[in-house]
T-cell receptor, first 113, second 115 residues
């Protein structure tokens, strides 16, 4: 699986959009970008994933650059409950080789009042 | 509600006393997995199961056993727990590869302390 690079921490004001970047310059053509988050010591929560097109669901939007070497997770109106560690994971779609998710260190997002 | 249920949420035990952490999912998922999370080491996979009676080792299987006798259940067994197995444990499940690109659903976690 391709390696990802995320900033260790970010702040965001409540009600504003939170834009979390992820670099994955070695991504392969058959690898997807997945985002999960973990709210303090709870189980990780799947947010969204994409291959090359931008994606949106009820939780977030995922913007993938045309060369697919980076992506941005957007939480359009951050709330205090969005404070969590956000993980960007690049891997083959579905269960893929080895099946394990490589969570890395993620970005710790703090949403402030 | 679709979910992965782990029990217990918290457990303190003594070295060498066998224990089982249960995991059950109600989504008819084929794939189930166990992770442990430790400070500075992140989440690491212990064991996984592709379907009933099919299990395989993850990255850190030493000291653990699993079984998959039913599709919904995937217990984690520590036959002789040691202090280095003190950790936060998560069970996860997903559809199999035929329904590619589904996210994993995780349980709420089991915090185990071995003294």
């Amino acid at each position: 699986d391709a390696k990802t690079t995320q900033p260790p921490s970010m702040d965001c004001a409540e009600g504003r959009a939170a834009n979390l970047p992820c670099n994955h310059s070695t991504i392969s053509g058959n690898e997807y970008v997945y985002w999960y988050r973990q709210i303090h010591s709870q189980g990780p929560q799947y947010i969204i994933h994409g291959l090359k097109n931008n994606e949106t669901n009820e939780m977030a939007s995922l913007i993938i650059t045309e060369d697919r070497k980076s992506s941005t997770l957007i939480l359009p109106h951050a709330t205090l409950r969005d404070t969590a560690v956000y993980y960007c994971i690049v891997r083959v779609g579905g269960l893929g080789s080895g099946y394990a998710l490589n969570f890395g260190k993620g970005t710790s997002l703090l949403v402030t009042p | 509600e679709a979910q992965v249920t782990q029990n217990p949420r918290y457990l303190i035990t003594v070295t060498g006393k066998k224990l089982t952490v249960t995991c059950s999912q109600n989504m008819n998922h084929e794939y189930m997995s166990w992770y442990r999370q430790d400070p500075g080491l992140g989440l690491r996979q212990i064991y996984y199961s592709m379907n009933v009676e099919v299990t395989d080792k993850g990255d850190v299987p030493e000291g653990y056993k699993v079984s998959r006798k039913e599709k919904r259940n995937f217990p984690l067994i520590l036959e002789s727990p040691s202090p280095n197995q003190t950790s936060l444990y998560f069970c996860a499940s997903s559809f199999d590869r035929s329904r590619a690109n589904y996210g994993y659903t995780f349980g709420s976690g089991t915090r185990l302390t071995v003294v």
